[in-house]
């Protein structure tokens, strides 16, 4: 008999436009004799939001770049600092960001209760001891990072996730307000995350009704807010931020399948943004994913969004078998997608071919 | 600015059939130096399913009748008797049943660390100390108890629940295999507590993006077990569970409505069961929930089921001024369904005549 998931949930989740006023009640209630730390995209130095943190004297504010795909390195320079620094572990972390921000958010609170290297950690319940208090306050939606028992990272050897029942925020703030007006191509980059998370959870071997239930949704609000909506509307944050959290916690109870298995190897080894690498990836995988591939095309004209290509024409033959190594190593995305006899249909050359059409 | 609603999820969930035999697993991780109590419908007694239940030698099973509505008075021996019998607070309460049942391991979770009769504690967060550990273990589906943050109890002067982060589940165990084979009229009262949840959650002030997105995939999971489906088939019984769970967060989020208010009276003043009651109330809400109740006819037909009808018939005037009493003061679900105005619409004589159809 198959062992199936048992998933760590998000503690608390408070969701509506204005939920934001709520972060510094909810925060002051974990206060104890530390301090807080807020991890706040560089994106917002300056501007009016990182003015609006709830943060006290004794807070610091951490502003992040994510530029790159969040990297074990840079967790553990931030680890180091903050307990260098200050000599305490933190009260808490507050991330106020997309998810690479609340990916290492979720990282960082692992790894300021945990010794070493976070690479050690890369993996399932790796960490022995609980995560300080985390919070995630997303500014981009599509992710689901917000939900996910994972926080993504890349490594000196691989990119993987810290994942596991320590790792998912206790806190998530869901305010629409904050995603208003994002960037039309990188709010259609981190919401097709989501469309993508769905198509794959529906498509493969772990779905079942659950999962399946979350991707339907999930699915139809992608549809009204790529189809009708726009980066501008409040009805289409509002729900592309719930589409993101269904997609996010579907994935959960099921599986990622060859999108992201192929996007992995383009983030780890090109260093393509994840939105943009699924869309990438996603734009060539119309025999494995025929209507959601379709759907996606049309999504893709009614928005007016440039899907990059060809951006593996001119890598080596050494990126190119390491970008294969990557995706070939992402065996539960495989198992998923194709079933037990993956290998035989999803060989070195097929992998090879497909990359070379992206 | 409204406040708006933090609300504590469950911990931890795991979903599928055959989950029940990781429940061993599961309660094994939270023992400590006490002992667990197995809270268990008595339906269950002498049959294979008690047999199943992973107690260890040390553990109790206590099984308890569900046919009147979950009472504080029950809660408060229930709690009295473990503590004196044992002399010690047990590492956790695992409950086995429906809803009741998961109220009653709820409302004792809660007890077992904080003092006094639970009729104190009908209300917010008035509970100081966190609950015990407790796991709930659904064998019906409907009435989104496994994920919400009350335990409904009748106490000396009310219905209401012990409401609070710390009352939702800990864990929660979601087996379809448990709640086959239901009798027909159990199975569908029960489980239309759920639509009814969806159809009261969308139609109010205080519904909105993720709300309306969970009850709208709980309504088509119910539409596809009510007017396709079976008790007996294994496609159903996943459905329905997913459909319980959403219809259970989409209220969470939003609010019941007028049917609860006088389904609450009716149990409240004639001990009918909740499921029963809600489907009597709803029958005659046609003026509220137009869409809503030609639907709920048209799966009663479909279904084959009796709905109970004239049950106020005979009731004396005392009890009738009680049921409207009862219903008036919640006012919560008023202000949601009719607004800050709704007294002038709900007058006392109004009550009355729908009392007086069902």
Redesign the interface.
Known sequence: ????????????????A??F??LGD?VDDKRADSFMVFLVDDYFEGKELAERTPARDQDRILFVNVDEEPKTSVVDDLRDAILQITGKVPDGVISIGGGSVMDYAKALSVMLNNPGPSSQYQGLNLAQQPSVYHVGVPTLSGTGAEVSTTAVLTGPEKKLGIKG?FTPFH?IV?D?ELILNVPRNQWFYTGMDSYIHNIESLTGNYS???SD??A??SL??CRQVFMYGSPDDM?SN??L???S??GGLSLS?SEVGICHAFSYGLSYVLGTHHGVANCIAFNQLEAYYPEGVAEFKAMVNKQDIEIPQNITAGISEAQMEKMIDTTLALEHMWLHALGEEWRQTMTRDKARELYQQM
Do not use: T
């Open positions: 008999m198959n062992i199936l998931k048992n998933i760590q949930l998000v503690n608390k989740m408070i969701f509506g204005g939920s006023h709520q909810i029942d806190q869901l629409p079942n009704a659950l239930a979350l339907h949704q139809e609000l009805p509002e729900k931020m719930v589409a959290l269904m109870y």
